[in-house]
């Protein structure tokens, strides 16, 4: 008989919908740093961490000036909006049903501790995850397979162990890639199905719900 494969999970846009108080936040963080740009610009680099935005936002000049400080003003812009924050459409459930089909279950998320820890009070998913990933775990974020890695070591598995990765954006399509994971999406990152699939997405769904409705008729066994 054939295992399951390892369930990593974005946790971010994913399973929790944070996607656009992040682009504000970094819109507001930027601004108060005398640098505005446009919100669609920032919310099409949301998933990809901290570490990389600023230069792929702004460029190496705009990292080497306000870079720290930008990420630190993000944060403080940031930690007020996630009071605002939801679970997505059957984001537990999900996590539930996986779990209950004998799939190991480890959240890979780049967020800040105390952002994490918020969504782990959110999802009520610290009794069905395995573990998880913050922000102070790795140097490199998505699309960088480190976090992927890192996650599947937190459950003592090797870095090639049989995986599957869920999220929500062409970085976490591109780090699984990275990583030789398959992804499964879905749509609440923003990104055009037409771009995930270019990515390398196998499938596509609007909900974390939908997903887990589909799980009978996927395959992901080892």
Same mark, same amino acid.
């Given at each position: 008989?054939?295992?399951?494969?390892i369930a990593v999970l974005d946790v971010d846009g994913t399973l929790v919908d944070t996607n656009y108080q992040h682009a504000l936040a970094w819109y507001r963080a930027f601004r108060s740093l005398g640098e505005t740009f446009p919100v669609w610009r920032i919310h099409r680099l949301i998933g990809m961490g901290g570490d990389q935005l600023v230069a792929a936002l702004g460029g190496d000049d705009v990292e080497e000036r306000i870079g720290e400080e930008a990420r630190e003003r993000w944060v403080t812009e940031a930690d007020p909006l996630m009071e605002e924050v939801a679970v997505l459409p059957g984001a537990r459930e999900l996590l539930l049903a996986l779990k209950e089909r004998g799939h190991r279950v480890v959240l890979a998320s780049s967020g800040k501790p105390h952002h994490v820890d918020n969504a782990l009070d959110l999802l009520d998913a610290r009794?069905?995850? #395995? &573990?998880?990933?913050?922000?102070?775990?790795? #140097? &490199?974020?998505k699309p960088a397979p480190d976090l992927l890695q890192v996650a599947l070591k937190k459950l003592g598995e090797p870095i090639d162990a049989p995986s599957i990765l869920i999220g929500d954006s062409v970085y976490d399509v591109e780090a699984g890639k990275n990583a030789g994971m398959p992804s499964i999406v879905v749509r609440s990152g923003g990104f055009g199905d037409d771009e995930l699939r270019d990515a390398g997405a196998l499938e596509i769904f609007d909900t974390p719900a939908d997903i887990a409705a589909a799980l009978d008729r996927l395959d992901l066994s080892a």
């Open positions: 008989m054939s295992s399951q494969r009794d069905i995850a #395995e &573990a998880w990933t913050t922000s102070e775990d790795v #140097e &490199a974020t």
